[in-house]
């Protein structure tokens, strides 16, 4: 096997555990050999991998062997890849002259008042719509900022720790922001889920104190 750089696909950050224990944390490809070797001398417990951003559970082909499993992520990763293409994307019945921006047709309903104050907009609904959008993300950044790592923290919980002692109070601690509240309600878990609920409830909670020993992140995908 080689280490190479791969598609971001590839390289999105994860973690894999086998029951409440730590298998390894990574690249995808790094921690899917990992979770490979578990699997193959016979798990004691449900082998999951969460997307370290979102908590999204990572579905992973695990038949053959390590290459044949590399083999199939690599692929997806380039299907992924492909499918973002501007050339791909781009449909034949484009009229001339028009940018290629990248956007994307999907419907919007709206009352009629809002329809007549897009349609009087410098560059019509469209522009304007984008406007709108923008200074909206430029406002709440740090609002969605928190929402999201919130709503992932808690994602992992449930799939983790939602029969573990304390877990509606270390919701509740969660989402009202408080950090030491959390922290007091999921001592009792599991090490290595406890420490991964933390860093993840950090993001977005002042007050969730990360133990200090580090979590490896592989820098290379692992390809054959």
């Not at 007091?184 to 104190?209: C, H, I, S, T, Y």
Request: net charge neutral; aromatic share 6%.
């Amino acid at each position: 096997m080689k280490l190479t750089d791969e598609t971001s696909e590839s390289a999105r950050l994860c973690t894999a555990f086998e029951g409440s224990r730590l298998i390894a944390s990574g690249q995808l490809a790094y921690v899917a050999v990992k979770a490979k070797k578990v699997i193959d001398r016979g798990e004691r417990g449900p082998v999951l991998i969460f997307d370290d951003r979102t908590s999204q559970p990572i579905e992973v082909d695990f038949r053959g062997n390590e290459n044949d499993v590399l083999e199939r992520l690599k692929a997806a990763a380039g299907q992924c890849a492909g499918e973002t293409e501007p050339d791909q994307q781009e449909s034949t019945g484009r009229k001339p002259g028009r940018p290629r921006l990248g956007v994307v047709a999907r419907e919007v309903t709206l009352l009629p008042r809002h329809w007549e104050w897009l349609a009087i907009q410098p560059g019509g609904a469209s522009v304007a719509l984008r406007k709108l959008v923008e200074q909206a993300r430029r406002t709440n950044q740090d609002k969605d900022r928190l929402r999201l790592a919130r709503e992932a923290a808690y994602r992992f919980m449930s799939a983790m720790a939602g029969n573990e002692p304390g877990f509606e109070e270390a919701a509740r601690a969660l989402f009202a922001g408080n950090g030491e509240a959390f922290a007091e309600n999921v001592e009792r878990w599991p090490a290595d889920v406890r420490k991964q609920a933390m860093r993840l409830a950090a993001r977005g909670v002042e007050g969730v104190g990360v133990d200090q020993e580090p979590q490896p992140h592989h820098a290379a995908s692992v390809w054959p």
